[in-house]
């Protein structure tokens, strides 16, 4: 039990100390692109990010590495304070981000065939929003939210979407609202790839409703769909 102990802590500093060093021009972008989002109102929250091949937040078996808030109390953090994204930034650099969504906006999430398939009939429609990319797995449509309407049958609030390990059940659409989040540009992954934005917060938000018509269509033809056709949260 000792020795497999003592592996296990080398480990984690050795893949602590293969984190690729975030450098002043990195950083520089880094907030330039982050104080982006919180111009636009997105609320922010530090979210681990790629220790190696690993998650930083020492996990074994982590389910949703570098994709995941570093705090159970992220929706409480969550602000748009510029200040407060600075001082987090300065306390660990290589920190991802995540916005909590169902507040200043909701995240329509799909399979990246139908992501890009719905992205070229939303311009042919004249339909803007910004758009992000995450790796070549998925694209993230932010929109519009719905936030907490006057009589709560009229919507509901979406399950703390913090299992992406269960993406294998939902491969279809995922709409993150009320209580779910997502990782907001730029952010790296365990596996090289990179958030990105395709387009830029500074985009004004669409209606929710008219880009899932088009993503659910998208999806269906790509065969990207679920026993339901999409899951909230």
């Not at 890009?116 to 932010?142: I, M, Q, S, T």
């Not at 907001?184 to 990105?196: H, K, N, Q, T």
């Not at 830029?200 to 409703?209: I, S």
Request: aromatic share 8%.
């Amino acid at each position: 039990m000792e020795a497999s102990s003592r592996w296990t802590t080398w480990w984690q500093r050795r893949d602590r100390e293969r984190a690729r060093p975030v450098t002043g021009q990195d950083a520089a972008v880094r907030l330039d692109l982050l104080l982006g989002a919180v111009r636009a109102g997105f609320p922010l929250a530090p979210a681990a990010h790629p220790a190696g091949h690993r998650c930083s937040c020492d996990r074994v078996g982590c389910p949703a590495p570098a994709q995941h808030p570093v705090s159970f109390a992220w929706q409480t953090q969550a602000t748009t304070d510029p200040e407060q994204l600075a001082r987090w930034l300065s306390r660990d650099p290589q920190a991802n981000f995540i916005t909590a969504t169902g507040r200043a906006h909701d995240v329509l999430d799909v399979p990246a065939v139908a992501g890009r398939l719905a992205l070229e009939r939303l311009d042919k429609l004249g339909v803007g929003g910004p758009v992000a990319a995450v790796g070549e797995d998925r694209y993230l449509f932010f929109t519009a939210t719905r936030g907490t309407p006057v009589d709560e049958d009229e919507w509901w609030p979406s399950a703390l979407d913090s299992t992406p390990d269960t993406m294998s059940e939902h491969p279809g659409l995922r709409w993150h609202c009320r209580g779910s989040y997502t990782l907001l540009p730029p952010a790296s992954l365990p596996d090289g790839s990179e958030v990105r934005w395709l387009r830029g917060p500074e985009q004004p938000l669409p209606d929710a409703l008219r880009v899932l018509d088009v993503l659910t269509d998208a999806c269906t033809e790509v065969g990207a769909v679920a026993e339901e056709q999409w899951l909230i949260g």
